[in-house]
C-alpha cells in the first residue's frame, strides 16, 4: 500500500477566498491564529476539525503564513491518516461490516478535514508562488497534488463503490468441478486461483481456473467501476485535470504526455529480448501442451503461464528448463532449499530475510513489527476473512507492518523480502517532515525491495545459505536464474503498460463502454503476446482487466512496476560497481557488506525531500530511467536464447493487431 496521506485521489476547486487579485510583494492574507497553532507537538482529531482553515486579511508575508501553516497541517494530517491507516489495516487482516461502518463513518471526518484545508493549500500555492522557495514551497506543492470530492454524496458513494469492489475481489468465492488439485473446494482468486495456477500442469483444469472467476465474479464489478471512474472523471475535471489519469503520475513531476514517451522509449528498449523470451516460452509450450493447444505462430495461451494475470512467467520453469537434459536441477526454484532450511517453519524464514537487511546495513525492526504484523494463514476452520495480498503499512510514528499469508517456499520468501523495502523507506524517511515522508517517487518504493531481493537471489548467495546444492553446475544455476528473473521481471512491462493504457483510454472517454473487452484484449494480443485459452475473442459482456487487484480496487498507476523492474537494475548496478567492480551483476554479492549499501541507504532517506532524479544521481550518477542496466544483468541469457533460437529454428514474432 502507498504512504497513506490526505488525498482521496480525487479533486475540486472553489473560486478563491479573497476575490481579488494582489500585486504587492508582502500579501494581505493570513491564517486566523486563534490559539490554534500555539502548540504544535501534537495535534488530536478534535482539533483539527476545531482549526479554522481560512484566509482573511493580514500583513504577513507568504514564507510566516505558508510555514506557520505547514507545521500545523502535517501534524494533523498524520493523526488523521494514522487512524484511517488503522482501521484499513484491520480491516484488510479481518474483514466484517462492522469494521468497515466504522471506516465509512471515520471518512466524513476525512472528508470535511480535506474541505477545511484544500483551500487554502490552493490558495497559498496560487498567491505565493513568486515568494516561496526551497523546502516550503516543495513541501507546499506536495502537499496540493491530487484531489478531493468535494460533494459529500459523490464522496460517500465512491466509498460504497470501493467497498462493494473490494468485497467481490477479495472474498467471492468459485467452486470448480474439473479441478484435481481444488477437490470439493470452492477458492477465491488470492490465494486460492493464484495458488492453483502456480503448480497445476492439467490443461483442462487451468483452463476452468482462468475462466470460472472472470466468468462468473468479474463481470459484477462492471457497473461499480464505470460508476465509480465517473464520478472521479467529473472531480477531476473540475480540477483541470483532463481526466483522472492525468492527476496519476504527479510523484514523477513531469506531464502525462512525458510520462508516456518514458514508457514507450522503455518499451522499446526491452522489446527485442522480450521477443526471444516470448519465442522460447512458446517453443517450450509446444513440447510441453501440444500444438492442438498451443499454435507455434499465434500467441500463447494465457492461461498456461503459470500466473492468475500473466503477468509474471516465472512459475513455468519447470517446463523452460534451459537445461532438461541435466540430472541436475538447482536453480529452477529455491523452495526445495527453503524446506530443507526451515522445515514449515515460516516465521524462521521471514527472520532470516529481516537477518539479511541487517547484514547489509540496514537497522534492526523493532519489536512492535513481529507484534501487529500478520504474516500467516488464518487458522484452518477460521472463518477470519482476510486479504491475503502481500501489503507494508506505515502507520506514522514509526508503526510499520506486514500483512501477508505466508509459507515456507520461493514466492513468500521474495514477497517478504519486496515488502520489507517498503517497511524500511517508512523508517528511513521517518526523520524527515511528514511532507517528505514519500519514496522519490512511486517506482523508487516499489524497486526497493526488488534491488535486495536480486542480491539475496544471487547465485554466490544461494550457495552460501545452502538454499541450492553445493555441487551444482554453477552455469546452469546461473542461466536457470537468468531465466528465472526475465521470466519475472520483463512480462511486467508490457502488463502495466497495458493496464494503465487501458485505464488512460478509457477514462479519456476513447473506448466506447461497449467495447471495454474487445479493447483490453486487442491490447494484449499486441504488446504482450497472450491471447484466451480457446484462441477465441472474448464478449464484451465480460470485464477481464478488472480480475486484476488494481484494477477491480481502483488502485491508480500500475505503470510504477513497469519503472520499478528497470530501476532496481539500475540500483543494483551501482551497488555492485561500488562493491564488488568488475564482476558480474548477477554474481554480486555484498552479504555481511554494509558499506555496499551506504549511499543506497543516504538515497532512501531523502524521501520526497528532492526531486527523484537527485535522489537517482546520488546513487547511480544517472537523472534519467534507463533499460541499460536491466538489459546488462541479463545479457549471458541473451546469448544463450540467441543460440538457442537459432539451433532450434524457433519462430519470432505473433500477428500484429494494428492497434
Same mark, same amino acid.
Given at each position: ?16 477566498? #479573497? ?45 510566516? &503564513? ?20 488503522? #482501521? ?35 490558495? &497559498?500555492?496560487?498567491?505565493?508562488? %513568486? ?8 513541501? *507546499? ?62 490443461? %483442462? ?31 477531476? /475535471? ?185 517497511? /524500511? ?61 526475465? &521470466?519475472?521481471? &520483463? ?31 486487442? *491490447? ?7 491471447? $484466451? ?25 500500475? $505503470? ?11 540500483? *543494483? ?30 538515497? *532512501? ?5 528532492? =526531486? ?5 544521481? =546520488?546513487? %547511480? ?9 536491466? #538489459? ?28
Amino acid at each position: 500500500v502507498d504512504k497513506l496521506r490526505l488525498r482521496n485521489n480525487t479533486s475540486r476547486r472553489r473560486p478563491t477566498v #479573497l476575490g481579488r487579485s494582489h500585486s504587492m510583494r508582502i500579501l494581505t492574507i493570513s491564517i486566523v491564529l486563534a490559539n490554534i497553532f500555539a502548540e504544535v507537538r501534537s495535534c488530536t482529531i478534535e482539533e483539527a476539525l476545531d482549526t479554522p482553515w481560512r484566509l482573511t486579511e493580514s500583513t504577513e508575508s507568504c514564507l510566516t &503564513l505558508t510555514r506557520v501553516f505547514l507545521e500545523k497541517y502535517q501534524r494533523c494530517s498524520e493523526t488523521i491518516n494514522k487512524r484511517i491507516g488503522e #482501521l484499513l489495516y484491520r480491516i484488510s487482516v479481518d474483514y466484517n461490516e462492522e469494521l468497515v461502518n466504522s471506516k465509512n463513518d471515520f471518512m466524513e471526518i476525512y472528508l470535511k478535514y480535506g474541505l477545511y484545508t484544500y483551500d487554502v493549500i490552493k490558495e &497559498l500555492s496560487e498567491e505565493c508562488s %513568486t515568494e516561496l522557495h526551497g523546502d516550503v514551497k516543495r513541501q *507546499l506543492s506536495i502537499a496540493g497534488r491530487g484531489y478531493l470530492v468535494e460533494g459529500k454524496k459523490d464522496f460517500n458513494r465512491l466509498q460504497q463503490l470501493s467497498d462493494e469492489l473490494a468485497k467481490l475481489y477479495s472474498h467471492s468465492k468459485v467452486c470448480l468441478i474439473e479441478s484435481k488439485s481444488a477437490g470439493e473446494q470452492c477458492l477465491t482468486v488470492e490465494p486460492g486461483l493464484e495458488t492453483l495456477v502456480w503448480y497445476s500442469r492439467d490443461e %483442462t483444469e487451468l483452463r476452468e481456473a482462468w475462466y470460472s472467476f472472470r466468468n462468473e465474479v468479474v463481470p459484477q464489478m462492471l457497473p461499480a467501476f464505470v460508476e465509480s471512474a465517473h464520478i472521479s472523471n467529473k472531480w477531476a /475535471q473540475k480540477n483541470g485535470y483532463p481526466n483522472d489519469a492525468a492527476s496519476w503520475v504527479e510523484s514523477f513531476e513531469m506531464s502525462p504526455e512525458e510520462y508516456w514517451r518514458l514508457l514507450e522509449k522503455i518499451h522499446r528498449d526491452i522489446s527485442p529480448l522480450f521477443k526471444k523470451l516470448h519465442a522460447y516460452l512458446r517453443h517450450k509450450l509446444v513440447e510441453f501442451y501440444g500444438e492442438e493447444v498451443v499454435n507455434p505462430e499465434l500467441e500463447i495461451p494465457s492461461h498456461l503461464i503459470g500466473n492468475y494475470w500473466s503477468q509474471i512467467w516465472s512459475k513455468t520453469m519447470d517446463i523452460v528448463d534451459p537445461f532438461p537434459e541435466s540430472e541436475q536441477k538447482e536453480g529452477l526454484e529455491i523452495t526445495s532449499g527453503l524446506h530443507s532450511r526451515f522445515g514449515n517453519d515460516t516465521m524462521a524464514m521471514f527472520r532470516s530475510c529481516t537477518d539479511y537487511y541487517e547484514s547489509i546495513g540496514f537497522d534492526p525492526l523493532p519489536d512492535s513489527f513481529w507484534k501487529r504484523s500478520e504474516l500467516l494463514n488464518p487458522p484452518a476452520g477460521s472463518d477470519i476473512q482476510k486479504d491475503c495480498h502481500g501489503t507494508a503499512w506505515d502507520l506514522s510514528g514509526g508503526d510499520v507492518r506486514i500483512s501477508m499469508c505466508g509459507e515456507v517456499g520461493q514466492t513468500s520468501y521474495v514477497t517478504f523480502i519486496h515488502e520489507l523495502g517498503h517497511v /524500511q523507506y517508512y523508517r528511513a524517511v521517518n526523520h524527515l517532515p511528514y511532507l517528505f515522508q514519500e519514496g522519490a517517487n512511486e517506482a523508487f518504493h516499489e524497486a526497493i525491495g526488488d534491488t535486495i531481493t536480486l542480491l539475496a537471489m544471487s547465485t554466490p548467495r544461494l550457495f552460501s545459505e545452502k538454499f541450492i546444492d553445493e555441487d551444482a553446475d554453477i552455469h546452469e544455476v546461473s542461466i536457470r536464474r537468468l531465466m528465472d528473473i526475465a &521470466l519475472f521481471k &520483463l512480462p511486467v512491462i508490457p502488463f502495466a503498460m497495458n493496464i494503465d493504457r487501458w485505464r488512460t483510454e478509457f477514462l479519456a472517454g476513447n473506448i466506447s463502454e461497449d467495447k471495454l473487452n474487445s479493447y483490453w484484449w486487442a *491490447l494484449v494480443r499486441e504488446y504482450q503476446g497472450l491471447t $484466451t485459452p480457446e484462441y477465441e475473442d472474448r464478449g464484451d459482456e465480460y470485464f477481464d482487466i478488472a480480475s486484476k487487484y488494481h484494477v477491480a480496487l481502483g488502485i491508480p498507476n500500475y $505503470t510504477r512496476y513497469a519503472l520499478s523492474n528497470i530501476l532496481q537494475f539500475q540500483f *543494483l548496478k551501482a551497488i555492485c560497481d561500488e562493491a564488488q567492480p568488475g564482476v558480474p551483476y548477477h554474481e554480486c554479492d555484498v552479504s555481511a557488506n554494509p558499506d555496499a549499501t551506504l549511499k543506497f541507504r543516504e538515497m *532512501l532517506a531523502m524521501g520526497s525531500s528532492v =526531486h527523484w532524479s537527485k535522489a537517482l544521481f =546520488h546513487i %547511480t550518477g544517472e537523472t534519467e530511467f534507463s533499460g541499460s542496466a536491466m #538489459l546488462q544483468y541479463l545479457e549471458p541469457l541473451e546469448r544463450w536464447l540467441d543460440q538457442f533460437i537459432a539451433q532450434n529454428d524457433v519462430i519470432l514474432g505473433w500477428p500484429s493487431q494494428k492497434l
